[in-house]
C-alpha cells in the first residue's frame, strides 16, 4: 500500500495554506503531513532524505488523499526544478495553488518574515533578506518573484494537467471556507458533503508578531532551560532586558512609493490578467487595474 503523498499545498507566503491544511486534515480520507512545511523537493535530493520523507507518511498509507503544504514550492522563479522533481516523484499527483492580492501580501510577507529572522540568516536563499520593506519587495524572493502567480503556474502546467491543478484565492477562501473546502473536496475525489469545524485550524496571523532577536535565541541555545529556570528572578530579568536592549539592525517601514506601485503594477498586470483569465473570472477582486498610481492601503 503507497505512502506517498499526492496532493501539494503551494503557493506564496501568507496565502492561507495553513488553515486550508488542518481544514484538511480533519477529512476522513485525508491525511495531512505534520509538520505542514516539509521543504522536501527544494532541496538536493538524496535516497536518506527521501526515506525520511516517506516516513512522515507512513500513518497515512491507507488515506486516500496523503498531502503537505509547503508554499516554497511554488517559487519556481527561484527553485525552478520543483514541478518536475514533484511530478517525476508523483506524477499523479494533485496540486493547489493559494494566491492573495499581492499588495497586501507583501505586508504580511514582511511582517511574518521580520518574526522569523529570515533577515538575519540565510535560509533557503542565496541572500538574506533586506531591512528595508521598499528593497525587500523588490530583492527578496518571496515578495514580488513569487506574486508572479502565473509563471509559477505555468511551470506546474508543463508536469500536471489543468484537471490536476487547482488555484484558490485567499480572498474568496477566507470569506467561505465552508465552500472552499467542499470544492476542494470535489476536486480530490472525496466526500465533498464532510463539514469542517474552522474553529480547529490555525490562523498564521500578521498581527502580534515581533521582530526575532538573535541575541535571545543565542541566549536560550546557550544557556540550558534548567540552569535559567535556577537564576533569581530579578537576575533573570534583569539579564532579559539587557538582551533585548541589545542593538539589532534598524527596519525601514516605509511602504511603497506611488512610483514602485506603478513599477509593480506593469511587471505584475499580465501576470494577474492570465490568473483571471485562466480561473474564469471576469471582473477585477482585487482591484489591481483600477487605479494604476495610488498606492494601496492597508486592509
Not at 535516497?47 to 516517506?54: D, T
Not at 491507507?62 to 525552478?80: D, M, N
Not at 511587471?267 to 483571471?276: C, D, G, I, K, T
Request: aromatic share 12%; with cysteine; proline share 6%.
Amino acid at each position: 500500500m503507497s505512502c506517498k503523498p499526492n496532493l501539494f499545498i503551494i503557493g506564496a507566503s501568507k496565502c492561507g495554506t495553513t488553515m486550508l491544511h488542518d481544514l484538511l486534515a480533519q477529512h476522513p480520507d485525508i491525511f495531512m503531513s505534520s509538520p505542514k512545511e516539509l521543504w522536501h523537493f527544494n532541496r538536493m535530493e538524496s535516497r536518506e532524505r527521501e526515506e525520511a520523507y516517506l516516513a512522515l507518511f507512513r500513518e497515512g498509507a491507507g488515506f486516500a488523499i496523503r498531502g503537505e503544504s509547503t508554499p516554497i514550492y511554488s517559487e519556481t522563479l527561484a527553485f525552478p526544478h520543483v514541478p518536475e522533481a514533484i511530478h517525476r516523484f508523483a506524477p499523479q499527483s494533485k496540486i493547489i495553488y493559494m494566491v492573495r492580492e499581492p499588495f497586501e501580501r507583501f505586508r504580511s510577507q514582511w511582517a511574518q518574515t521580520l518574526d522569523n529572522g529570515h533577515w538575519a540568516r540565510h535560509t533557503h536563499y542565496d541572500s538574506i533578506m533586506p531591512t528595508t520593506f521598499q528593497e525587500a519587495v523588490f530583492k527578496h524572493p518571496p515578495f514580488l518573484l513569487s506574486s508572479m502567480y502565473w509563471t509559477n503556474i505555468q511551470r506546474f502546467k508543463e508536469y500536471f494537467s489543468d484537471e490536476s491543478i487547482k488555484v484558490i484565492l485567499f480572498e474568496e477562501f477566507v470569506s467561505n471556507m465552508e465552500r472552499t473546502c467542499a470544492d476542494v473536496f470535489e476536486f480530490l475525489g472525496v466526500d465533498p458533503g464532510f463539514r469542517v469545524d474552522q474553529g480547529m485550524a490555525r490562523q498564521n496571523k500578521s498581527e502580534g508578531k515581533s521582530i526575532y532577536n538573535p541575541a535571545v535565541s543565542w541566549f536560550r541555545r546557550a544557556v540550558p532551560a534548567g540552569v535559567r529556570a535556577r537564576l533569581p528572578v530579578g537576575l533573570r530579568r534583569r539579564v532579559r532586558d539587557g538582551i533585548v536592549g541589545m542593538a539589532g539592525p534598524t527596519f525601514d517601514h516605509s511602504d511603497l512609493s506611488k512610483e514602485q506601485v506603478t513599477e509593480i503594477r506593469r511587471r505584475l498586470e499580465p501576470e494577474v490578467s492570465a490568473l483571471y483569465e485562466y480561473r474564469g473570472i471576469d471582473d477585477d477582486p482585487w482591484a489591481f487595474f483600477a487605479d494604476g498610481s495610488s498606492v494601496p492601503s492597508a486592509r
